[in-house]
């Protein structure tokens, strides 16, 4: 393959990732828009940690998959988002005092360096444990 066509292709995944993150994001922000009631902590939390990091490959494949068989961008969308829920509640998990003890994740603080926890590592409450419900949506 000519190098040319490797570097448009490449500049063409590379509008596309962007594309997808920024459309993430969005996705992210008007679900975890701020409640002005007893819940804006929590929504905090899971917006620090879902919106504005990460290279997004799980909702771009999504995407990218769904154009081989004719899905509406708009679902596809919305699954890639489900799956990108389910793996940043992983990777809020993982960066507990209790597991990795990480300070910084996509180069931001973790959540629970930014919002130390309050509550068991159990309590349904927890960013991470609604992070994980957002994949059902």
Do not use: N, W
């Amino acid at each position: 393959m000519p190098v040319e066509t490797i570097d448009r292709l490449a500049q063409e995944l590379d509008v596309e990732a962007r594309r997808v993150r920024a459309s993430v994001d969005s996705f992210f922000a008007r679900l975890l828009a701020p409640t002005g009631d007893s819940r804006e902590r929590l929504f905090e939390a899971m917006r620090h940690a879902a919106i504005g990091g990460g290279k997004r490959l799980r909702p771009l494949l999504t995407v990218a998959a769904s154009r081989l068989f004719a899905i509406d961008p708009k679902r596809a969308l919305r699954v890639g988002c489900a799956i990108e829920a389910i793996h940043v509640y992983s990777l809020i998990h993982d960066d507990l005092p209790c597991m990795d003890d990480a300070d910084l994740r996509r180069g931001k603080a973790t959540v629970h360096m930014r919002q130390p926890p309050r509550r068991g590592v159990r309590d349904p409450r927890r960013p991470r444990d609604q992070q994980r419900s957002l994949g059902a949506l």
